[in-house]
Antibody, heavy 124, light 106 residues
Framework: EVQLLESGGGLAQPGGSLRLSCAAS????????MYWVRQAPGKGLEWVSD????????YYADSVKGRFTISRDNSKNTLFLQMNSLRDEDTAIYYC?????????????????WGQGTLVTVSS | DIQMTQSPSTLSASVGDRVTITCRAS??????LAWYQQRPGKAPKVLIS???TLQSGVPSRFSGSGSGTEFTLTISSLQPDDFATYYC?????????FGQGTRLEI
């Protein structure tokens, strides 16, 4: 069974930093792109970032570009999101998700499954 | 960026009803569309990919259709478990974008 378990959320001050982790199991981690998607309280879903299986490609939403860095450790089956220069509007539940379908060369950018999420609150 | 617009934002229905949710893209996305269900306090779960491909384990009362810029999610006979929020998502191009959601309520 595929499992994704996020951790690292909590309270941070504006301008501060947090590092989220997502521990993966139940599949060959290095073969799949991985994603971060967030949901502000009471709001909809927003794609944040993703990284290819080999970590040679990364993508970011404009809202986080230059402040957040996605990475992965394929030896430890773990995905990361380093969040710097945090703003109030970064307050959200952050979900990690796995690419649902990948060939040997690329992944389709839809998500299955999702982790349970970790709450990040940015407030002074 | 491709904007995804869902309608309605809220839908009131009853058990046994047939309901349809519409998702419109601001430009053509071919069939690169997924639908997700999110129950309160839970992570989203994929229902349909490539506009009309039902995912394993998803009940057959769910169906998707459309291509280009207009898509629909239909639930043929609502069950109590179906009262949730539904999101469409385009994966034709970056940035990946979601619709604003449709809340299905009793």
């Amino acid at each position: 069974e595929v499992q994704l378990l996020e951790s690292g959320g909590g309270l941070a001050q504006p301008g501060g930093s947090l590092r989220l982790s997502c521990a993966a199991s139940g599949f060959t981690f290095s073969k799949y792109a991985m994603y971060w998607v967030r949901q502000a309280p009471g709001k909809g879903l927003e794609w944040v970032s993703d990284i290819s299986g080999s970590a040679d490609s990364t993508y970011y939403a404009d809202s986080v570009k230059g402040r957040f860095t996605i990475s992965r450790d394929n030896s430890k089956n773990t995905l990361f999101l380093q969040m710097n220069s945090l703003r109030d509007e970064d307050t959200a539940i952050y979900y990690c998700a796995k690419a649902a379908y990948c060939t040997s060369t690329s992944c389709s950018n839809w998500f299955d499954p999702w982790g349970q999420g970790t709450l990040v609150t940015v407030s002074s | 960026d491709i904007q995804m617009t869902q309608s309605p934002s809220t839908l009131s229905a009853s058990v046994g009803d047939r309901v349809t949710i519409t998702c419109r893209a601001s430009q053509s996305i071919s069939s690169w569309l997924a639908w997700y269900q999110q129950r309160p306090g839970k992570a989203p779960k994929v229902l349909i990919s490539k506009a009309s491909t039902l995912q394993s384990g998803v009940p057959s009362r769910f169906s998707g259709s459309g291509s280009g810029t207009e898509f629909t999610l239909t639930i043929s006979s609502l069950q109590p478990d179906d009262f949730a929020t539904y999101y469409c998502q385009q994966y034709n191009s970056y940035p990946i974008t979601f619709g604003q959601g449709t809340r299905l309520e009793i």
